[in-house]
Structure formats: structure tokens, C-alpha cells
């Protein structure tokens, strides 16, 4: 068993130094941002605590796997098996339910330790999942795979929105907006298989921008219900909320560059590095999304003739 | 035509493939056998432009992966995407406008399941029907028969007669000696990343002989049964 633990925190390791960056400094700088952000969040609103307990448990599904549990039972006796999941899950929800305690909330801290041992008991069975319909069937595949993985995230948001609207809080409003578009970017980080690049009969410049259109309209349909909210109810900062909106796109954009600028590989930490930086300080995007086009352009020569 | 002229492909200092010279002709089948690791996938790699490689790859269609439809061993899915989304991203890619999958689905999927919940076989009947509606040129079929059925075996057999008809070229790999011989025109064998051979079909059953030799009965010997 604990050869087991020891494997995942060799294997952890190994993806953090092929990523660029040594683990000690990820694993402070993770713990760092943890409790910065949860900080930020208990301080700006008043269901930091119901946002918190929701994060945490959807952060247990990805060790239910199907697979990785077969494995598991195949390998470990009963009791092992049942050690390890409950140890597993305990330790990936640990810091939510100590900053929950911090911040006084009790039960949902208690509600949290509970999920994670009855869901001990728990495989998540992806061949038993029903079909999640989209409305972006015409051009798959970002938005189609992304959304059916992080759908409860965009109900989060819309009911964001709706209490933003309800208590009249603008800041709230544009959370909900800036956490869509964030979900959005997230679908263009990771590498696709290099097949779903090569089966483009477009040049590497034609291949972008049609990405850049899809991305624009996908997200737009995704962010329209707190859009319309906010013109509609927050009409003084119109113009704040388009800026934020276009800023949005122009990060979603930068995200795909970098993505194909390092592609098949992984966006390494010298992209990670320029990405984070622009969260600082934006105006810098004038400079990197020429640079990251050129590159990627440049990248995908290769595969697209 | 499809002209492959001092092909050469490595990984560091590991060769892959030395000193390939092959041409593939219209309306032709042609099957290509070798051992595990003899370079047969990254041969289709080099010919679709997904690895690089020195030498010449030339065609009559001008870039060739725009009328390619490649088959591969194990296709990759994403894990949210269904069928009949897989179809649509495969047609789109290449501006093929089809609206009607259900009529096309001969292998009778479940379109609108997701592709990671279909069977080792029902996966590489899907990648096959998606290559299929491209209308390509040229096809790569890296191990066709794999973990299909057989009446879905005799489907893709009457498949590759319909493209041989059409005057298109195919391009198949297997480790099933029977689906090639009633397949191919010729066949080409693969040893160490170099060409040993190409067989036409009146010999095709001297080459079987010769294979099954080669591999069976010592090999077998080698593990002491008991």
C-alpha cells in the first residue's frame, strides 16, 4: 500500500519536472495560490462555503475512475483497496475541509469528510454515462467534449449570475462571466492527439483562424445568458463588461496559441510562464499573441502542409 | 500514382526504415506483412506526414493527406465525443458536407453513444466509416480486421473490392495471412525497416508457406511446455 503512494508521488513528480518546473517550487507555489485563493473567495462572497464544498467533491470523481479502480481491486486485497481509496480521498480534500473549519463552517467540513469516505464505495462508471446533448455538434470538438466534462461548472455560473442580479453585486456578475470564459480557455490547453490536427485540408494559417472562429462563437453561446444579464441589468458598466468580454476572447485566443505553438508537446512552462503573466498584466497581449501566431504558425508547418 | 523513393526514418541513432522504394499504382491493393516493430506503422506515418523523414514522397493529388484516409491500429477518441460527433469532425475537417450519417452507418453503431464506450472492434468500424465518408484517394489501413466481427470482416473485404472497382489505391497491414491474400495485388514484406520483397498474387501462397516456417515451430519449441 504505501508502494502505491509512494508510485503516484514519483509519477506526480515526473509530470512537474517534465512540465519544466521543479516540484518543490510547484508544490509551495500550489499551496500558496490554494490559500490565497480561498482567501479571496471567503472574503467576496457570502457562498464561499457552497462554492468550496462543490469544488471539493468534484475533485473526488477523477479518482473514481473505472478503470484505475479495476485495477486497484484487481491488485490489493478488500481491505487494502478500501485503505487506499479512503486515504486518497481524504488527502485530496484535506485542505478544503481545514479551510472550511478555518472559516467556521462546520458542517459543510463535516459533510465533505463524509462524501469522501461514502464515496469510497463509489466507481465512477464512464459506459453508464448517458449522452449529454450540446449545441456545438456542427463543428466538434472543443466545445462538444469540454462541456459534457464540465457542465456543472457553467451551472454554477448561470446560478452565479442569478444572484449577482438578485443582490444587485456587479462583481459577482463578472466572476461568473470571467469563470465560463476561464472554462472555455481550459478547453484549448491540452495537446490533442496529432490526428485531429492532421485531418485539416486547410494551411496552418486557415486552421487558427477557423479555431479562433469556432472559440468565439462556442464561448459566446456559452457566456450569453450572463452577457444579456449584464447589459440588461448592469447597464452603467456596459462598457466595462464588453471590455472584459473582449479580454476574455483575447486570453482564449492566446491559450490556443500556446497550445499549438508548443504543440504535440505540452504547453511547457515558458508558455505557462507568459500565460500567468498576462492574468497580471494584460496590455502585454498585444505583443504575445503576434509572437505565439508566428510560432505556431511556424509549429504547425509540419503537420499541415 | 504514389511514388516513394530512398525513404529513410529514425529515432536518434535507432533506424527505423533505410532505403524504401515503392510506388502504388490506381486501383491496386496492396498489403504490406512484417514482424512487430519491422516499421510498418511508421511507414504509414511517413507517407501521411504525421512523422517526418528523409527521402521522396510524391503523388498525382498534390498534397497527398488531403485525399489520404488513414486507418490506424488503435484510432484515438476524446472521451466526451460520440460517434456520429467523430463522423461530423472528420467530414468538416475535410469540408465534406453530409447530413445523413444514419443512412451511411453499415456497421449499425449507436452514433449517439460515446465513441470511449464502444468495443475494440465497433471503434475501428467507426474510425473506417468516418475515412470512408472523406471520399479519399488513397487509403492506409493499418490492421483493418483487428478485433472486428466476422460478418463485419466480410464487410470490410467487400469494402476494399467496392475501392479497388473505384479505382482508388489501398495501402493494408495484417497479421492474418487469409485477409490479404484475398484482398491484395501484391504484397510487400517489411523485415528490420527494409523492403525484403514484394510478392505478386501467383505467389502469394509460397510466401504463406515461407512465413509459417519461418515462425512456428521453433519458436514454440523455445518455451519447453509441459
Known sequence: ?????????????RRLTEFGVPPIVAYLTLLVLFFYLSTELFKRTEYAGLIYTFVGISSLIHLAEENKINFLKLI?????????????????????????????????????ILISCISVFYTFNKKNNFTIKTPFYKYPFEFCTGFRKTFFIFILCYFLTYIAVDVTNYNLAIFSLLLIQFTCLTFYISPENIFY????????KGFIRYKFRIAILYSTVLCLPTILCLLFFFQNEILISLGILVLSY??????????????????SIREGVVLVFLIWFPPILVLIIPYLYFQSIKNLKTILK | MIQITNLY?????NVILNNIHLSFERGKIYGIVGENGAGKTTLFKCIAGIETYKGEITSIYGILKEKLGFLQTESFFFSKITGREYLQLLCVARKIQENDFDA?????????????TYSTGMKKK?????????????????EPFNGVDIQSNMIITEILHELKRLNKTVLISSHIFSTLSDTCDEIIVLKNGEITKIIT?????TLEKEMKEFSMIDKISKLKLC
Not at chain 1, 483575447?250 to 504547453?267: D, H, R, S
Open chain 1, 1 to 13: 500500500m504505501k508502494e502505491y503512494f509512494k508510485l503516484q508521488f514519483k509519477m506526480t513528480n
Open chain 1, 76 to 112: 490489493y486485497s478488500k481491505i487494502d483497496f478500501l485503505k487506499i481509496r479512503l486515504l486518497e480521498n481524504l488527502s485530496i480534500t484535506f485542505l478544503f475541509w481545514v479551510i472550511l473549519i478555518y472559516n467556521k463552517a462546520y458542517l459543510l467540513s463535516f459533510f465533505i
Open chain 1, 197 to 204: 490536427v492532421w485531418i485539416y485540408s486547410l494551411n496552418p
Open chain 1, 250 to 267: 483575447l486570453f482564449i485566443f492566446t491559450g490556443m496559441l500556446a497550445k499549438y505553438t508548443a504543440f504535440p508537446n505540452e504547453i
Open chain 2, 9 to 13: 526514418k529514425s529515432f536518434g541513432k
Open chain 2, 104 to 116: 451511411k452507418n453499415i456497421f449499425d453503431l449507436p452514433l449517439d453513444h460515446y465513441a470511449t
Open chain 2, 126 to 142: 467507426l474510425a473506417l466509416t468516418a475515412i470512408l465518408l472523406q471520399k479519399n484517394e488513397f487509403y492506409i489501413l493499418d
Open chain 2, 201 to 205: 498474387k501467383e505467389n502469394f501462397s
